[in-house]
């Protein structure tokens, strides 16, 4: 995800457009693997101020995760935008919130990855409407009602029928 911005260091004010599309390395995200499916997608401007380069970007990536519900295998897709600022890496500060660039080149490989991360959600589900899996047997309840649920249910009926009972008889 390299900017070629030899044209915008002369023309100061002046935004240019950029699009990068290409596959992505697996990253690691809280310790889990991340694994990216297809193109990912990354296009904006970027204008230069004299001193910082102001990229304006908006993204699109898709990643292998499973439902938190039924865990089944799925892709998710993610679309976000973000704003960075980058500066010449002799004039970065640690506490700066600025992205460091050498050249005639701006690198928003990690811009995109930290922005790719912070919209990551923290669990996906397959569906709105995921039934997940029943916790006594395990089965997966978008394929049908398993015979433990109702068993359960009746079990707290007949424990609420019991404890009324008792209220009566005291
Ligand atoms: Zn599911
Ligand atoms: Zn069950």
């Known amino acids: 995800m390299i900017v070629s911005v030899n044209e915008a260091l002369r ?98 490989t990690e811009a995109f990855f930290d922005n790719l991360f912070l919209e990551m959600p923290m669990t996906t589900v397959c569906s709105e409407s995921c039934k997940g899996l029943c916790p006594v047997c395990g089965a997966d309840l978008n394929r049908g009602q398993c015979s433990c649920q109702t068993q359960k249910i009746d079990a707290r009926l007949s424990a609420l029928e019991s404890l009324l009972n008792d209220h009566k008889e005291v």
């Open 11 to 108: 023309r100061v004010g002046e935004p240019f457009p950029f699009a990068w599309e290409g596959e992505l390395t697996p990253q690691t995200f809280g310790g889990d693997p991340v694994r990216f499916v297809g193109t990912a997608k990354l296009s904006g401007t970027y204008v230069y101020d004299g001193k910082t380069f102001r990229v304006d970007a908006e993204a699109e990536a898709s990643y292998e995760t499973t439902c938190a519900r039924c865990g089944k295998a799925m892709v998710e897709t993610l679309s976000f935008a973000f704003t960075e600022h980058f500066v010449r890496s002799i004039y970065k500060t640690p506490d700066d919130e600025l992205y460091p660039y050498e050249g005639e080149r701006l690198d928003l």
